[in-house]
């Protein structure tokens, strides 16, 4: 009896390679993209959003994600945040179609990009520092 030898030609032997490895990079992808969870962060610290300190200076040296969520602890009575445009943040006004938010504890999800915050019940609030803008990577 003649053995048959069957040859594997080498299209054969690549596809089932290409194909663990196109799956295995795709998990790894998906791995990488969502390794990082949101974080919270209580703006202003202990103080929160209050004019106690400076909001900008709260930010300075932290690097915040889109995803993250800043979470607004506040006097209602006394304080108010609103979600503004840059010329909202840089007036100290709300501008048309601005968010107000007034539970005293507001949670809000970064967007990617440049995200303004003030505190409007006074202006001088505003101006003296009950504000914040941060740039969502």
């Known amino acids: 009896m003649a053995q048959s030898s069957r040859h594997v030609s080498y299209v054969e032997a690549t596809v089932p390679i290409t194909i663990v490895m196109t799956v295995l990079c795709l998990i790894l992808a998906n791995a990488v993209t969502h390794a990082r969870r949101p974080t919270t962060y209580i703006v202003g610290g202990e103080d929160g959003w209050d ?4 909001m900008d200076s709260w930010a300075q040296g932290k690097t915040f994600y889109a995803g993250d969520i800043l979470e607004f602890k506040y006097d209602y009575q006394r304080f108010n ?57």
């Open 51 to 54: 004019p106690v300190i400076p």
């Open 81 to 137: 945040m609103v979600v503004v445009n840059r010329t909202g943040y840089e007036t100290c006004q709300a501008n048309d179609g601005a968010e107000e938010y007034y539970s005293g504890d507001d949670k809000i999800q970064l967007h990617y990009g440049y995200n303004y915050f003030i505190g409007t019940y006074t202006p001088e609030d505003c101006t003296t520092g009950l504000k914040l803008a941060v740039n969502a990577l």
